[in-house]
């Protein structure tokens, strides 16, 4: 079959073929460089992982797997990038859980998360976690809510922005918790931090690189971390879904996506080489040296939990009125 007529009949089932010359290059993959596109500027989370991920990966395959960092507009326009790439497995995304927030904050994307993207799988995730100012007379996030509903709208939380990953969290905590508590965005997660430590705040949920030296050193009291399961970072300090908001989780995670209509045999190899990577003692050292813990997923696993995420975030969308900043 032609490639024409192959797109044609592709297009007219409205279904992502990977027609006859991306399935026969997928026998060689890869004979060339592989260009991963980062949505992000260079020294950010997303890229540390990203370079983490690339080095790694380009041994497994044989080949050089180059960071191409494209940031802008959230991280849409790297992501636009790779959506629109040619589907052969040599432009790829290593993106963050802002691809799931983004579809949802941006009302016009360039391209449509779901069908645009292949998922290949996750790579890494951090918890958030729940600190609070150690003048604030609680220890617990039972203590927490308890006065957060006795003094409704008078507890303040820090955040990274309207919109902000810290921002959004908190929302949905106190959704689900449902308590009210008052919002002081800052620009950045960075000197929401600061004024929490200085008292002018008295909680945030923040990731764990930004708070932890704060934590270890008693500035700021620990209550509870944000993943489904205890993290390995903090193994005896509670969930928040087992702290008394059952289901609660939100975490930053950093994954890898192809562009829609990648043949199969690509995907299932770039998985099968970035999970076994996962798995060694060297990679699972490296992440954790950034607070980052390895989650490698199978592609339907991962799609799943971005169709969840994206559901929750619009959610949060809906319930705060945030715009893109």
Same mark, same amino acid.
């Given at each position: 079959?032609?490639?024409?007529?192959?797109?044609?009949?592709?297009?007219?089932?409205?279904?992502?073929?990977?027609?006859?010359?991306?399935?026969?290059?997928?026998?060689?993959?890869?004979?060339?460089?592989?260009?991963?596109?980062?949505?992000?500027?260079?020294?950010?989370?997303?890229?540390?992982?990203?370079?983490?991920?690339?080095?790694?990966?380009?041994?497994?395959?044989?080949?050089?797997?180059?960071?191409?960092?494209?940031?802008?507009?959230?991280?849409?326009?790297?992501?636009?990038?790779?959506?629109?790439?040619?589907?052969?497995?040599?432009?790829?995304?290593?993106?963050?859980?802002?691809?799931?927030?983004?579809?949802?904050?941006?009302?016009?994307?360039?391209?449509?998360?779901?069908?645009?993207?292949?998922?290949?799988?996750?790579?890494?995730?951090?918890?958030?976690?729940?600190?609070?100012?150690?003048?604030?007379?609680?220890?617990?996030?039972?203590?927490?809510?308890?006065?957060?509903?006795?003094?409704?709208?008078?507890?303040?939380?820090?955040?990274?922005?309207?919109?902000?990953?810290?921002?959004?969290?908190?929302?949905?905590?106190?959704?689900?918790?449902?308590?009210?508590?008052?919002?002081?965005?800052?620009?950045?997660?960075?000197?929401?931090?600061?004024?929490? +430590?200085?008292?002018?705040?008295?909680?945030?949920?923040?990731? +764990?690189?930004?708070?932890?030296?704060?934590?270890?050193?008693?500035?700021?009291?620990?209550?509870?971390?944000?993943?489904?399961?205890?993290?390995?970072?903090?193994?005896?300090?509670?969930?928040?879904?087992?702290?008394?908001?059952?289901?609660?989780?939100?975490?930053?995670?950093?994954?890898?996506?192809?562009?829609?209509?990648?043949?199969?045999?690509?995907?299932?190899?770039?998985?099968?080489?970035?999970?076994?990577?996962?798995?060694?003692?060297?990679?699972?050292?490296?992440?954790?040296?950034?607070?980052?813990?390895?989650?490698?997923?199978?592609?339907?696993?991962?799609?799943?939990?971005?169709?969840?995420?994206?559901?929750?975030?619009?959610?949060?969308?809906?319930?705060?009125?945030?715009?893109?900043?």
């Amino acid at each position: 079959m032609s490639k024409r007529i192959c797109a044609t009949l592709a297009a007219a089932l409205g279904i992502a073929w990977p027609c006859a010359s991306h399935a026969a290059s997928a026998d060689i993959y890869p004979n060339r460089p592989v260009r991963a596109v980062v949505p992000f500027a260079p020294g950010g989370a997303v890229d540390i992982v990203a370079r983490l991920t690339a080095q790694r990966l380009g041994e497994a395959l044989g080949q050089t797997v180059v960071v191409d960092n494209r940031s802008g507009a959230g991280g849409t326009v790297g992501t636009d990038i790779v959506a629109k790439s040619r589907p052969d497995g040599y432009t790829l995304l290593i993106g963050s859980m802002g691809v799931a927030v983004n579809a949802v904050l941006y009302p016009k994307l360039p391209y449509d998360t779901l069908k645009d993207l292949a998922p290949v799988t996750m790579l890494a995730e951090q918890p958030n976690i729940v600190v609070v100012h150690p003048a604030v007379p609680v220890k617990s996030i039972r203590d927490l809510l308890a006065a957060a509903k006795a003094r409704p709208g008078q507890i303040t939380y820090g955040s990274g922005g309207a919109g902000s990953n810290s921002h959004f969290a908190t929302v949905l905590f106190l959704m689900m918790a449902k308590v009210d508590m008052l919002h002081v965005p800052y620009k950045g997660l960075g000197p929401a931090i600061t004024e929490l +430590v200085g008292g002018q705040v008295q909680m945030a949920v923040s990731n +764990v690189s930004t708070a932890l030296p704060h934590v270890k050193s008693g500035r700021l009291r620990l209550l509870a971390v944000t993943t489904k399961k205890r993290f390995s970072l903090f193994p005896d300090t509670p969930t928040v879904d087992e702290s008394g908001v059952p289901g609660y989780e939100s975490s930053g995670w950093y994954a890898l996506w192809a562009p829609a209509a990648t043949p199969l045999q690509i995907l299932e190899r770039l998985n099968r080489e970035v999970t076994q990577l996962l798995g060694s003692a060297a990679m699972k050292d490296s992440l954790a040296t950034q607070g980052l813990e390895a989650i490698p997923t199978k592609p339907d696993a991962f799609a799943t939990r971005l169709r969840v995420e994206i559901d929750q975030w619009a959610k949060v969308v809906r319930a705060t009125g945030a715009k893109p900043e």
